[in-house]
T-cell receptor, first 114, second 114 residues
């Protein structure tokens, strides 16, 4: 299955600032997915990123708050903009797994907003 | 959209006993049902999955059953071991490709007591 390198692994940020999270995949993938996992909670899909087109956002998530870039088939970024403490969470990218429809996840970015 | 429910939210079993986690889904078009295991501080990992044309699938100590008519599916872990302790997420997906988004249940925290 694909190997995903996600960074940063964690960060502590001031409210009102922005953080960009990067995911690099070791193979070309059509879709990349961004999830949020709040403490002790399940995984909530933020958006789906297809190379060459705008990301598709789920209900409750907007592009101004979570802009996504997908410049090529192996890389994507998620920016968390104008952060507030409510944005404190783990953010994970994922891609489809090879040979199965199961997703492979990056190691996650633990974000704390103070 | 798809809604996945999962029960129980917490489960504690003695080592060697069996554990069963049950999930229901709302969208009758869903046809792919993966299960993920997430150990503390780690990324979710796919442990088994099933498609709608199969009623049961087994992989060593874990098995998944699907009742498409009733729209529920279950994870069975036999001969539990302490290393099975983790949070387990069921999920559901519509569509025919791995490009389709996967919706996760709220999770079950499994504790295996030595």
């Amino acid at each position: 299955s694909a190997v995903i390198s996600q960074k940063p692994s964690r960060d502590i940020c001031q409210r009102g600032t922005s953080l960009t999270i990067q995911c690099q995949v070791d193979s070309q993938v059509t879709m990349m997915f961004w999830y949020r996992q709040q403490p002790g909670q399940s995984l909530t899909l933020i958006a789906t990123a297809n190379q060459g087109s705008e990301a598709t956002y789920e209900s409750g998530f907007v592009i101004d708050k979570f802009p996504i870039s997908r410049p090529n088939l192996t890389f994507s970024t998620l920016t968390v903009s104008n952060m507030s403490p409510e944005d404190s969470s783990i953010y994970l990218c994922s891609v489809e797994g090879s040979g199965t429809y199961g997703y492979t996840f990056g190691s996650g970015t633990r974000l704390t907003v103070v | 959209g798809e809604n996945v429910e999962q029960h129980p939210s917490t489960l504690s079993v003695q080592e060697g006993d069996s554990a069963v986690i049950k999930c229901t889904y709302s969208d009758s078009a869903s046809n792919y049902f993966p299960w993920y295991k997430q150990e503390l501080g780690k990324r979710p990992q796919l442990i088994i999955d099933i498609r709608s044309n199969v009623g049961e699938k087994k992989d060593q100590r874990i098995a998944v059953t699907l009742n498409k008519t009733a729209k529920h599916f279950s994870l069975h872990i036999t001969e539990t071991q302490p290393e099975d302790s983790a949070v387990y997420f069921c999920a559901a997906s519509t569509g025919e490709t791995s490009y389709d988004k996967v919706i996760f249940g709220p999770g079950t925290s499994l504790s295996v007591i030595p």
